[in-house]
């Protein structure tokens, strides 16, 4: 479209960045290391700035309708909400199972974890990735025992915190023996998750070392020090730059993981924050989340396919 002659034409104006500290009481928050109160206050601080309310927590909470990469309806994928017996934890569990419409006969399988409040949209849609890839996924709630994931993150985080624990991961060990023993499983398991998620599946890896064939964790903290000496791998392990929190882990974490010889090998993507995968979130890296995506299913293409 040309300019009318004569008419002052204004250049639009770059958005903002919204400052690192923005991204990092946000982690705390979601973290449980500062409440909503504390954090909306520390929020307010940078209105001074010329920054809005909205568009702080636009930027820093999800937007769930961002993270749909493989629709629901994609004719390429099956999924449905699929039931689990979970003895040790909360007696029963469910998660979202998709799976390659076009399957022949038997595929590998791999369990997603979802962060610290539940299964939400997003976790739900790197299920489908997977399955589009021709993997079977199965993504469990943790918030099942309660009704499931209540839609919005607050409420499943405050949730998740009130669970016991030890049934949490009960139920996630569960769901992986589930999932490896499943009549369309090849019987090669792998597991991928976020956040807590990459925790279970540092737990996971040292709690059943001989079950899991390919593990990939997200920006997870550790398993409990006392089962550290048990994992072998293989293991792929994904860190953020800027997740001082996690980060901070990772040097003792690498230690053991030599002295016990395991199969390990880890990435870490500069500049970016924690949850640089979540694309639903203003702390979303694309070309870093693309790559750190692309890298996991060559590793589950490499240790479930062959």
Known sequence: M?????????????????????????DEYAHGLIDRREFMRRLSGLVAL???????????????????????????IKASYVKFDSPNGHGEGQGYLVVPRELAGTAPVVLVVHENR??????????????????????PDALYPLGGYPGNDDEG?????????????ADFLAAAS??????????????????????????LAATIPEQLDAGVPFYGTPAAESLIPKVKGPL???????DERVNATWPEYEKALKANGANYQAYVYEGVNHGFHNDS??????????????RTLEFFEQHLKA
């Open 2 to 26: 040309s300019n009318i002659i004569g008419e002052k034409v204004t250049a639009p104006v770059a958005p903002k960045a919204i400052p690192q500290e923005a991204f990092d009481w946000y």
């Open 50 to 76: 010329g920054f809005t309310m909205s568009v702080l927590t636009s930027a820093l909470t999800p937007n769930y309708a961002l993270a749909e990469q493989v629709s629901f309806n994609d004719p390429a």
């Open 118 to 139: 539940g299964l939400n949209p997003y976790i739900e849609d790197v299920a489908r990735r997977l399955a589009a890839k021709g993997f079977i996924a199965f993504a």
């Open 157 to 169: 985080r405050a949730m998740q915190k009130s669970l016991d624990r030890e049934k949490i991961e």
């Open 178 to 203: 589930f999932l490896k023993s499943h009549e369309l499983s090849n019987g090669k398991l792998g597991a991928v998750g976020f956040c807590f998620g990459g925790y279970i599946v540092n737990m």
């Open 236 to 242: 792929m392990i994904q860190f953020a730059g800027l």
């Open 281 to 294: 979130t203003g702390r979303y890296a694309e070309k870093e989340a693309e790559l750190a995506w692309q």
